[in-house]
């Protein structure tokens, strides 16, 4: 059974419209991220979650928002998506421990 | 410059070839070190951990050196299901950084 969960797997929006895309768990890990993977690139950590504390890295743009209203789910809001954040989202959940972050299976974004 | 830096490939290999990744990170104060491994346009997955006394996992043998910040991956015996995106991971703090990945293409 799936530990980490993303919906939707696959999502299109227009440039400037507003997405949200959703991660939930199955395990009510602590520990709750957000990557941008772009093609060929690395992940890149935009911000996580140790319960309910907000972690924000510091070159992630303002138009992105998370939200984790309860342990089980997470939601990453693109205020106003640019051509520009086209990619991959993943989402992973952890105990703290840096050998235990499970990666979600990703929701691939198209900005039109 | 890149936290972690890896040779992009991609490395086309025969099946039963030995290849050999490496990989160079710049934060010295990194604690841990894996390598992870990503199928075409799935998520990443934990390969396995990186230890300064070496460790190895049936085919896959990683090393690590602190000195010289580098890290290896090394495959033996390659088989088609290797075909894949090699990740190298440091930390920071508690924090994962990942490389850009490594191409490895098995072909029969």
């Known amino acids: 059974d799936a530990m980490v969960i993303q919906n939707p797997r696959y999502q299109v929006t227009q440039f400037g419209k507003p997405v949200t895309l959703s991660c939930s768990q199955t395990l009510n890990h602590n520990v709750m991220y957000w990557y941008q993977q772009k093609s060929s690139q690395a992940p890149k950590l935009l911000f996580h979650y140790y319960d309910k504390d907000f972690n924000n890295e510091a070159d992630t743009p303002d138009n992105f928002q998370s939200r984790r209203p309860n342990t089980s789910f997470c939601f990453l809001d693109i205020r106003s998506p640019g051509l520009g954040d086209a990619a991959m989202y993943l989402c992973?959940?952890?105990?703290?421990?840096?050998?235990?972050?499970?990666f979600g299976p990703g929701t691939r974004l198209t900005v039109l | 410059r890149k936290e972690v830096e890896q040779d992009p490939g991609p490395f086309n290999v025969p099946e039963g070839a030995t290849v050999a990744f490496n990989c160079t990170y710049s934060?010295?104060?990194?604690?841990?070190f894996f390598w992870y491994r990503q199928d075409c346009r799935k998520e990443p997955k934990l390969l396995m951990s990186?230890?300064?006394s070496g460790n190895e996992d049936g085919r896959f043998t990683a090393q690590l050196n602190r000195a010289s910040q580098y890290i290896s991956l090394l495959i033996r015996d390659s088989k088609l299901s290797d075909s894949a995106t090699y990740l190298c991971?440091?930390?920071?703090?508690?924090?994962?950084?990942f490389g850009a990945g490594t191409i490895l293409r098995v072909k029969s």
């Open positions: 934060n010295s104060a990194s604690q841990s």
């Open positions: 990186v230890y300064s």
């Open positions: 991971v440091v930390t920071d703090g508690n924090k994962l950084v």
């Open positions: 992973a959940i952890g105990t703290g421990r840096v050998d235990e972050q499970f």
